[in-house]
Every structure is written in structure tokens, then in C-alpha cells.
């Protein structure tokens, strides 16, 4: 005799088993039917920064940038791996096993590309090592993040939020398909002496295509080549990344830093080939000290979080360069062929070039600031709205943007002073 | 990634929000409608209608209350029409409703080998549509008592006496499958 809460727990548990054909059949009709939709609308919606969140770390290295976009990318979705093909179940399994790795990557990005090496240990610290005097390092568990620059002696030291269940197999959890039928065999092939099994992993919803090639004999990979290719669609936006060299302030110390700046878009032309794997090998867990070394000039800072103050020192940085005119389209926020010239002209003194380039890398942080605010708080709520006019820096009485607090019926104002009041909703401008 | 912001980045037409949103949601809600239609393929159909009318309207859609919410109402209120549709063709009685018999796989040819589950399956064909709903959406759907109410148009006590008639009905099916 079952009771009546056998009964209810029966009832919860229940499931049925679908059809995965079916569901991807149908998840594929639900994307055409969202670009017909999406090519019917004005685009009247502005953009949205995605902007990769960066602070002095990165000014020493715009790829590096890119790699950590890639991260987050990858790693966002997390592990999943119940794949169709047990062979690269054993794949994985191997991999999730491994207690070291060695790589280099080679990366192109649009018409740039770059190459670097990567070790990864059991705790999942990476070492990047950029060129010959730069070495990054990422300790996620401990949520730290450093930058060595040997040729300047300098160490950038960043406290991120730590992710303690971090560990080799999670920097490489790209190799274990989102999708069931994600990933599959697709043949044999030598590759340097070796008939390597080879895999494929095409994942059409984010244009990409990845390739694993596996040792058969060690089950591991020894070369994985990772394409993402744009539709030819004019209704994509490429991904807008704002960059800064040195080389524009005549500072010939070869320094960038940059992120992307994006809305509806895909990516760029990208792919990465990654060669030259040792699996388990001893790595010299000095390599993976995240203190900055005595005789290094240091620099420590936390990443705070955008609010108020960047978005009104951007706007302000803005004015100046504008005349006084604000930016009454937050799209002129996001476009790095406007902003990357300001940067320029505000900051290249022809005087101390290394230090004017600091100084346009450093601003660009509160810049960037700014505009996540804008995304995070302003215009992904519902009820936001920008002026009609245009506003002039000082014009206290003339509302630039206004927007409803989350949770909130009140609404906040920033005027064309650059204050900020909240008001309630019937006496919104 | 929260609701409120799947769905903003759907309405900015991102398809990873689409992806996202329907990997999290759709096989619980075919789950769901399959119970109430005791049929794997019309619950296929309307769960894809739901989805259609998300994509297509996402920029009108306003979070009030939970986006998994307003996904489950909305394949309850179709699954509803459905059965009705089905009821004035055929002219049965709620209680006369059995499972289906056509080609599409009813839940319990469909469901992992798991006997207990098949027999909670054709217990649930059983029971008249409202005490179903009132099962199935309280215990699968997680829905609140006042919300299914709502959703039947009825008073929440009237809810809570078609749920509980469910589960006794349920309870004295699968029981006396277990003394055959």
C-alpha cells in the first residue's frame, strides 16, 4: 500500500524520456523564427556593452584580454560530460584525471594573430606566458590574478572573486561538448608520426567548430584547433574592441589593453590552435607563485564594481572632448572609433610618452566602468530614456538620462550637471 | 544568468538567451504537458507553440512573476484548449478520457523503463482533467495553490478539493494495481 506522500513523490519524479532529435529539430525552428523576427524590427534598441571586465592587469596586454574572453566564454556554461561517443567519454575522463599540461596557442583574431605558451597544474593555476618578458597568472580558486613584466620589473596583482572549485580539468572544460550530440568522431589522421583519432565539435548556435585530435594510445588530446566563424549576415554586428597602444602616444615599450565592446553581435573571425602538449609532466610549482617578486615595483588593487561615479566621469571625459555636448545616444558610448581618438587627443602630450600612455590606460578603466554601469543598471531596465536634445555639460536643468530603479517605482535622473537625483514616478521628466 | 536578463537578451535577439531559456526550461515543460494531455507529441506541439509566442513577442513580455510561471500558465492554458477542443469533437465525458491511442507515443511508452512511473502515468489518465491539472501543477509544476486557482478560474478551496480527490483517486489506482 503506497501512502499518499508515495503518491506525491512518485507523481514528482516521474519523467519521461524525449526525443533529443525532436528537441533540437524544434529549438533549431524557435532561431529561425527569432531571426525573422529580429530582421523585421527597427533597430531602435541601443547596444549592449559586453564588455570583458578588465583593470590594470590588462592594460599590459590586450591579448591576454582576448584569452579571458575566451575563458569566460567557455567556462560560463559549465561541465557537461555526457557525450553520445563513449570513446571521448574516456577523453575526458582523461583529461579530468591529468595533473599538469603544457601547450603553446597560436591565435588569430581578425588580421591579428599571436602565439603563447600556457601550463596549467592540478589546481588549475594557469601561467600564460605572453612573450619573453611578460607572464600572466590566473589563480582562480584563490582569485588572484597577477601580471609579471621582467623588462619594466613591475607586478600587477588582482583580487577577484576566488572560485574555489577550480581545478585543470575546468580550464579546459571546452574539450566536453554542450550538447549531447555536440561532439563526434569524424575519422583518423597522422599527425606528426602519430594516427591520431580525430573528433569534431560543431556548435552551429555559436559558429564555432572545434577539432580535438587524440592520441589513441594515451586518450589525450595532441592538438585541438577551435575556429569561429561570423555569418556573412550585414544584421551582425562585429564584436567592437577599443584598444590602445602604445605605439599611438610614440611609446615604444609595445603595450596595449583594450576589451570588447559589443551588442548583438558575433564574434570576430577567431581561431585558436593549440599544439605541443605534455600531459603530467612536473612543473615547478615556483612557476606558479602569485606574490610579486621583492625587487618588482608593485601595484595591488581589488576590482571594484561600476556605480554612479564612473558613468559620471566618463560623461564628463566625454563633454570635454565633445565641446560640452553629452552623449544623448548611449550607442556613442560603444563606439570605439570615436572614443579610441578621444583617448589620444585627451592624453598624448608629446611629452612623456610611456607615462601619457599610462595615463590614457589607466582612465580607460573608469571609463569602461562607466559604461558597464550603463548596461547593468540603466539600460537593461525595462522603463529607461535619453534625452531628445541635446544636453550641454552644466545644464542642471536638462535631464540626460532617466531610468526606473530595480525593484523601485522611483526612477533616477542624471542631469546635464552630472548629478543624480531619484524621483518618483509622476515627476519624471 | 536570471530570467529578467534571458529575456532582455532575447529581446535584443540573442539566440544564446533562446538557447539558454529552452534548454532550462522546455523538457520540464513538456513533462508537464504531457501529464495533462497524456500525449508525448501534442505535448511536444504545445510546449513549441508556448516557445513560438516567447520569441515572438518576447519585447511585449513583462516579468511580474517568474518566467518558468508564465511558461508553465501558458502550456496549462493551451493544454486546457487542447483537451477542450478535444472534449466537444468527441462529446466524452472528463471522466471517460483515456489515454491516447493514436500513433504519437503516450508518456508511458515513452518513459524510461521505470514501471512505477508507467503506472503513475495511466493512473493520471484517469483522473478528470481539473483534478489532474490541480496535481500536476502543484506537484510537478511546483505552482502555488492560489495560482492554480487562479489559472481555473475557480476559488483556491475548490483547488485544493480537486487536488486532494487527485491524489486519493491516484492513490486508490496505483493501489489496487498493487494488490492485481
Redesign the interface.
Known amino acids: 500500500?503506497?501512502?499518499?506522500d508515495d503518491?506525491?513523490r512518485?507523481?514528482?519524479?516521474?519523467?519521461?524520456?524525449?526525443d533529443p532529435e525532436?528537441?533540437s529539430a524544434?529549438?533549431e525552428?524557435?532561431?529561425n523564427?527569432?531571426e525573422k523576427?529580429?530582421q523585421s524590427?527597427p533597430t531602435s534598441?541601443p547596444d549592449?556593452w559586453r564588455i570583458i571586465m578588465t583593470s590594470k592587469i590588462t592594460k599590459l596586454a590586450a591579448a591576454a584580454v582576448i584569452i579571458i574572453a575566451v575563458m569566460i566564454g567557455l567556462n560560463q556554461f559549465g561541465i557537461k560530460v555526457d557525450v553520445s561517443s563513449p570513446a571521448f567519454a574516456d577523453v575526458l575522463e582523461q583529461v579530468k584525471k591529468a595533473t599538469s599540461v603544457y601547450y603553446k596557442e597560436n591565435f588569430q583574431v581578425g588580421d591579428n594573430s599571436w602565439s603563447q605558451e600556457m601550463m596549467i597544474n592540478e589546481n588549475g593555476v594557469k601561467r600564460l606566458i605572453l612573450n619573453k618578458n611578460m607572464v600572466m597568472l590566473f589563480d582562480s580558486r584563490n582569485g588572484i590574478n597577477l601580471t609579471l613584466d621582467s623588462k619594466a620589473k613591475r607586478g600587477f596583482r588582482t583580487v577577484i572573486k576566488p572560485r574555489p572549485e577550480m581545478k585543470l580539468f575546468n580550464s579546459l572544460d571546452f574539450l566536453a561538448t554542450r550538447h549531447k550530440k555536440g561532439i563526434r568522431f569524424v575519422g583518423n589522421e597522422i599527425i606528426d608520426g602519430t594516427e591520431t583519432m580525430v573528433y569534431e565539435d560543431l556548435q552551429p548556435?555559436?559558429f564555432s567548430c572545434t577539432t580535438i585530435w587524440v592520441d589513441p594510445e594515451t586518450n589525450l588530446p595532441l592538438r585541438v584547433v577551435s575556429e569561429t566563424i561570423p555569418p556573412d549576415d550585414p544584421n551582425y554586428f562585429p564584436i567592437k574592441m577599443l584598444s590602445l597602444y602604445s605605439k599611438d602616444f610614440d611609446d615604444d615599450s609595445d603595450l596595449s589593453c583594450g576589451g570588447n565592446l559589443c551588442?548583438?553581435c558575433t564574434p570576430r573571425y577567431t581561431k585558436k590552435v593549440m599544439t605541443d602538449f605534455q600531459w603530467n609532466i612536473d612543473l615547478d610549482p615556483a612557476l606558479f607563485d602569485t606574490e610579486i617578486p621583492e625587487d618588482y615595483e608593485k601595484h595591488e588593487e581589488k576590482l571594484s564594481q561600476p556605480d554612479e561615479t564612473y558613468l559620471i566621469e566618463a560623461l564628463k571625459f566625454w563633454s570635454e572632448m565633445s565641446d560640452g555636448l553629452l552623449p544623448i545616444d548611449v550607442n556613442d558610448l560603444m563606439d570605439p572609433n570615436t572614443i579610441e581618438p578621444m583617448f589620444i587627443k585627451k592624453f598624448k602630450k608629446g611629452q612623456n610618452p610611456y607615462q601619457e600612455y599610462n595615463n590614457a590606460a589607466d582612465f580607460m578603466d573608469t571609463f569602461r566602468w562607466g559604461a558597464i554601469f550603463v548596461e547593468r543598471k540603466i539600460v537593461?531596465q525595462?522603463n529607461w530614456h535619453a534625452s531628445k536634445e541635446p544636453v550641454y555639460f552644466g545644464q542642471a536643468d536638462k535631464p540626460l538620462y532617466w531610468w526606473q530603479i530595480e525593484d523601485s517605482n522611483n526612477y533616477q535622473v542624471i542631469y546635464g550637471d552630472l548629478t543624480i537625483d531619484e524621483v518618483a514616478e509622476d515627476e519624471i521628466p | 544568468m536570471k530570467d529578467k536578463r534571458l529575456i532582455y537578451k532575447l529581446n535584443c535577439g540573442s539566440k544564446e538567451a533562446l538557447c539558454l531559456i529552452y534548454e532550462k526550461y522546455r523538457d520540464d515543460l513538456v513533462r508537464i504537458a504531457a501529464g495533462l494531455l497524456n500525449n508525448v507529441g501534442t505535448a511536444e506541439d504545445v510546449v513549441q507553440d508556448v516557445f513560438l509566442m516567447l520569441v515572438h513577442s518576447a519585447d511585449k513580455y513583462e516579468i511580474r512573476t517568474s518566467l518558468k510561471g508564465y511558461l508553465t500558465t501558458c502550456v496549462a492554458n493551451k493544454a486546457r484548449n487542447l483537451n477542450r477542443g478535444k472534449l466537444s469533437k468527441n462529446s466524452v465525458s472528463l471522466d471517460d478520457v483515456e489515454p491516447a491511442t493514436s500513433n504519437s507515443k503516450a508518456p508511458d511508452q515513452c518513459m524510461i523503463c521505470d514501471e512505477d512511473f508507467q503506472q503513475v502515468y495511466k493512473a493520471m489518465a484517469q483522473l478528470p482533467y481539473e483534478q489532474k491539472e490541480a496535481v500536476i501543477l502543484r506537484i510537478q509544476a511546483k505552482m502555488k495553490f492560489r495560482e492554480i486557482a487562479k489559472l481555473q478560474s475557480t476559488s483556491i478551496k475548490t483547488t485544493l478539493s480537486r487536488y486532494n480527490y487527485g491524489l486519493n483517486k491516484l492513490r486508490s489506482i496505483l493501489n489496487s494495481e498493487v494488490k492485481k
Not at chain 1, 500500500?1 to 499518499?4: E, G, L, N, W, Y
Request: hydrophobic share 45%; proline share 0%.
Open positions: 500500500m503506497r501512502s499518499a503518491i506525491k512518485l507523481v514528482e519524479k516521474a519523467k519521461i524520456k524525449l525532436v528537441k524544434a529549438l525552428e524557435l532561431i523564427k527569432l523576427t529580429k524590427k534598441r549592449i548556435l555559436n551588442g548583438n537593461s525595462k
